[in-house]
Nanobody
Framework: QVQLVESGGGLVQAGGSLRLACAAS????????MGWFRQAPGKEREFVAR???????YYADSVKGRFTISRDNAKNTVYLQMNSLKPEDTAVYYC????????????????????WGQGTQVTVSS
């Protein structure tokens, strides 16, 4: 059974930084792509970033140049380093995991991920 647990959210001032982590368990982590999504109040969940099993990365235009996704296969963890945060980055951030191994596409839709964590709140004050 795949389990994902996010951590690292919090309250930060605009211009600040946070690093989110998503710890995975239940299968061979290194074979699967992972993604970060976010959902702001009253809005749909939206794609933020993805890292494939081969460490290919994809980003939403709104976070390019500010956010960096990475993975540590030895720790079964994917990270989202968020710099130059803006109030519009305020949302609950979720990590998702591929249902099949060795997928290399961009996978920008949340219905393309089979497993989800419980989310972690990020609040950016102006």
């Amino acid at each position: 059974q795949v389990q994902l647990v996010e951590s690292g959210g919090g309250l930060v001032q605009a211009g600040g930084s946070l690093r989110l982590a998503c710890a995975a368990s239940g299968r061979t982590f290194s074979s699967y792509g992972m993604g970060w999504f976010r959902q702001a109040p009253g809005k749909e969940r939206e794609f933020v970033a993805r890292i494939t099993w081969g460490r290919g990365t994809y980003y939403a235009d709104s976070v390019k140049g500010r956010f960096t996704i990475s993975r540590d296969n030895a720790k079964n963890t994917v990270y989202l380093q968020m710099n130059s945060l803006k109030p519009e980055d305020t949302a609950v951030y979720y990590c998702g995991a591929d249902g099949r191994p060795y997928l290399s596409g961009s996978y920008l839709r949340d219905d393309e991920y089979d497993y989800w964590g419980q989310g972690t709140q990020v609040t950016v004050s102006s």
